[in-house]
């Protein structure tokens, strides 16, 4: 099993910056992909970035050039670095992780429990 641990939410001003951390652990041999999600109140749970472990990165064309994701592979930990913050970025952001736990296994998808981003003046 892995298991996620997502930290780095809070309230910030219009502008400013916060770093969004995903820590797995558990049973992890590989982890072949990663993404972040955010969750509008109202609205639907919409992808922001994706990185993969060739080193791929996309991003939703309203994050672009604002938003950076990454992965350190020696701490199993995913970031998502948010810089001139919007009010439109206000939402619960979720990390999402496609884990190989065994070296001939396949990788299960695995999900954080979500962390608020809230950007106001």
């Known amino acids: 099993q892995v298991q996620l641990a997502e930290s780095g939410g809070g309230l910030v001003q219009p502008g400013g910056s916060l770093r969004l951390s995903c820590a797995a652990s558990?049973?992890?041999?590989?982890?072949?992909?990663m993404g972040w999600y955010r969750q509008a109140p109202g609205k639907q749970r919409e992808l922001v970035a994706t990185?993969?472990?060739?080193?791929?990165?996309t991003y939703d064309d309203s994050v672009k050039g604002r938003f950076t994701i990454s992965l350190d592979n020696a701490k199993n930990m995913v970031s998502l670095q948010m810089n001139s913050l919007k009010p439109e970025d206000t939402a619960v952001y979720y990390c999402?992780?496609?884990?190989?736990?065994?070296?001939?296994?396949?990788?299960?998808?695995?999900w954080g429990q979500g962390t608020q981003v809230t950007v106001s003046s």
């Open positions: 990185l993969t472990n060739g080193g791929s990165r």
């Open positions: 999402n992780l496609h884990v190989t736990s065994t070296r001939y296994g396949t990788w299960r998808n695995y």
């Open positions: 558990g049973s992890i041999f590989r982890i072949d992909a």
